[in-house]
């Protein structure tokens, strides 16, 4: 019991420790290099090189991102100086083999049984294949792996530093866009840093691989001249003896020594060569191999013609047979997983509020079909609070089983919406339309379209910034979300559009960032009246009170109604409890813009915060008092509130007006933001809610404990048609 708790405390100790071992092992490379090491303990040192090598060749190959093997610089530095250091002890020992008198039989394990049995395992008993084999693996590992990987590692290096730029400015045009969250940009951008310093280090590393490709040919090359020297001149053995020997063990020496190094070399080369990609190596590689079985049935027929020339024919024919039968499992297969996906009707995951439902696979035949006979008839009376429809060349971004992370992606737009408006959206039904275009993808709100784009997946939407020089060749389109120009470009162009100071943004990125702006643009209408007593009731949990004085003096539709016109212009409610006070202040409740701007008023501090820029300061353009009065002129009072009676001619010279400052204030890299005064504020969001829908307009009166920087001044524009009228030259 103790003899077990005390290797228990033992094994706790070295595992909080372990940060020591790089320490200790330094301090013993040092000691080797300057104390005679037995045979026996270099024996233990060349199989623990050796182990060393096959491990980093392995997690080379099974880690799906170089990322994860960040340390691999300086590990391929420790286990160079490890065989050098190594190199240092066995030529000791090789060229002090005779001292003491031993007999030359007796000093052929004077370096070791390892060294002695690479001697002679390998090179067969035969000094002169060791030399050949040795030359071989150096000529292989020299001129093939160790060039190439530092060439990749060099390339590799450039390229990413020249991408910064251009990554970063994707990973902000996501996170403006709503793809991501700050938590998951922060993120990104390390992995961008890390990414650099990783191929940065790799092409400073790669360069000890040549310099130990050559230290191994000058060291055989001194081992085997001072062995000639110390046996011929100091032991006096024959000449046939002395070169037997010492080329033997030099041999034996620089073949256990530089299989590792060639080991390393190659886990470099594919550590470099595979690029930043999360993928297994070895997954990815059969799979692509076998991605095709065409090929695979050409090259079984080529090896089978084959078989009519001298070749020996036994090797060609179980080749090609395995090659054929390989091609028709996979074929066989594909065909079995094709019928078991027809079959599938529908998965759900109610949890995180996504439905995602194969609209056109059949129930019952596996065959696609468009008609809505084949549908349930509750698919036919329920109307979907929002839905995302999706042409066939789009299912691979939202079927999980082929990869597609959609489903997951909008289950965190649904707590990032929530989180940020104070509101928990509908679920998100998804289904595939084989009568929409392949491309093409569809967002309805309520059954009725909202918004709708195309994306091409295995492209790339490279879209112009403000400082991007020179056009990229592709299909020419839009951003979806935003309406800034873009092009649609192919992966290998990646790195000239980051370079032309492009942001680059992937297919789902940009379906995910169409469907965020989407669902904040139109989050009042996804408000329903259940939705509305579900918040009620928790707060009533909280203040019953003010629920209950409340409910009594209002319905819950006019309630229903003052937060959907909030969430109309992104004004989060999720202070429910300072809305509600302020809707119990206000004596005219059946007067909604009247309700509104005053709980607008009460939640004036979190309107100004939320519209700052990183300094602090509300970055602003001020509405000029001729398109104040303008606006004025045409406002109307009914019994529902306040109505906008503003002719075509009149609302386009507002906007014209307002869009000119609105310019200038964006070249600032600011957002959207007008003040006027509290008369027109409503009426002017109105007029500018189809064209500007991410405009924000703030009346003065709602400014607080916040620095106004104004920008510019929006002026009405210029008439545009001859004999056009205002609101008063009508009257």
């Not at 007008?674 to 405009?695: G, M, Y």
Request: overall charge neutral.
């Amino acid at each position: 019991m103790d003899q077990g708790m005390t290797f228990e405390r033992a094994i706790n100790w070295a595992v909080r420790h372990r940060g020591l071992a790089l320490s200790v092992a330094a301090a013993l490379l040092v000691l080797v290099l300057l104390v005679p090491l037995p045979s026996p303990v270099l024996d233990l040192l060349l199989v623990g090189n050796l182990a060393l090598s096959a491990v980093i060749l392995l997690t080379a190959i099974h880690v799906r991102s170089p990322l994860e093997f960040s340390v691999f610089p300086s590990v391929l530095l420790g286990a160079t100086l490890l065989r050098l250091v190594l190199n240092v002890a066995s030529t000791r020992l090789i060229l002090t083999s005779g001292a003491g008198g031993l007999a030359i039989d007796e000093a052929q394990y004077a370096a070791g049984r390892v060294v002695y049995a690479f001697s002679e395992f390998v090179t067969v008993g035969s000094w002169q294949v060791g030399v050949i084999l040795f030359a071989i693996i150096v000529i292989v590992q020299f001129v093939v792996v160790t060039k190439g990987s530092t060439r990749i590692s060099e390339v590799a290096a450039r390229f990413v530093l020249d991408a910064m730029p251009g990554r970063q400015m994707a990973i902000d045009a996501d996170l403006s866009s709503g793809a991501i969250t700050q938590e998951q940009a922060q993120r990104r951008r390390a992995e961008v840093s890390r990414e650099a310093d990783f191929y940065g280090a790799m092409d400073g590393a790669s360069r000890f691989l040549r310099g130990d490709a050559i230290a191994g040919i000058l060291i055989i090359l001194v081992n085997i001249l001072g062995g000639l020297y110390v046996g011929l001149v100091q032991y006096g053995w024959s000449w046939a003896e002395t070169l037997s020997l010492f080329t033997r063990l030099t041999v034996g020496d620089g073949l256990v020594t530089q299989v590792p190094a060639f080991l390393v070399a190659v886990a470099a080369a594919l550590t470099v060569s595979r690029g930043p990609t999360r993928c297994d190596l070895g997954e990815t590689l059969v799979g692509q191999l076998t991605a095709r079985p065409a090929v695979l049935g050409i090259t079984a027929a080529f090896l089978g013609l084959l078989t009519l020339t001298s070749l020996p024919k036994l090797p060609l024919l179980m080749l090609g047979v395995g090659c054929g039968g390989l091609a028709w499992l996979l074929v066989w297969r594909r065909g079995n997983e094709g019928s078991g996906r027809g079959t599938a009707a529908e998965a759900e995951t109610a949890g995180e509020g996504l439905r995602w439902a194969p609209a056109a696979v059949a129930r019952t035949g596996g065959r696609p079909t468009t008609g809505a006979g084949e549908q349930d008839l509750e698919d036919l009376l329920t109307v979907d609070a929002m839905r995302l429809e999706v042409g066939y060349a789009l299912v691979r971004l939202v079927e999980p089983s082929l990869g597609g992370a959609i489903l997951e992606r909008i289950a965190e737009l649904r707590r990032r919406v929530a989180g940020e408006l104070g509101v928990l959206i509908p679920p998100i039904r998804i289904r595939d339309n084989l009568r929409m275009e392949a491309h093409g993808y569809v967002i309805y709100i309520r059954g009725a379209r909202a918004a709708a784009g195309r994306i091409y997946p295995g492209q790339l939407l490279a879209v112009a910034g403000d400082q991007a020089e020179g056009t990229l060749v592709g299909r020419e389109t839009t951003e979806p979300a935003f309406g800034s120009p873009a092009v649609w470009i192919a992966p290998a162009q990646r790195a000239q559009a980051e370079g032309m100071d492009y942001a680059v943004i992937e297919p789902a990125d940009v379906l995910m960032g169409h469907l965020a702006q989407t669902v904040r643009r139109r989050c009042g209408e996804l408000l329903s009246r259940r939705q509305v007593t579900d918040l009620l009731d928790r707060l009533r949990h909280r203040v019953p009170g003010l629920v209950d004085e409340l409910t009594q003096r209002m319905s819950m539709g006019q309630v229903q109604r003052v937060l959907q016109a909030l969430l109309r212009e992104a004004v989060p409610i999720r202070d429910l409890e300072t809305i509600l006070e302020a809707l119990g202040e206000f004596e005219d409740v059946h007067d909604l813009d009247a309700m509104v701007e005053h709980v607008r008023l009460a939640l004036a501090r979190t309107l100004c915060q939320s519209w700052c820029g990183d300094d602090g300061k509300l970055w602003c353009v001020t509405a000029d008092p001729r398109l104040e009065d303008a606006v004025a002129s045409c406002l109307a009072r009914t019994s529902r509130g306040t109505t906008v009676t503003a002719g075509p001619e009149l609302a386009r010279r507002v906007i014209d007006g307002v869009e000119a400052a609105l310019a200038q204030l964006r070249r600032r890299g600011c957002r959207g933001v007008i003040l006027c005064t509290p008369a027109v504020r409503s009426a002017l969001r109105q007029i500018l809610a189809a064209s500007e829908p991410d405009v924000a307009v703030l009346a003065y009166s709602e400014i607080e404990s916040v620095e106004v920087e104004a920008v510019a001044s929006a002026s009405l524009g210029e008439r545009r048609l001859a004999g056009a009228v205002s609101c008063e030259e009508r009257e």
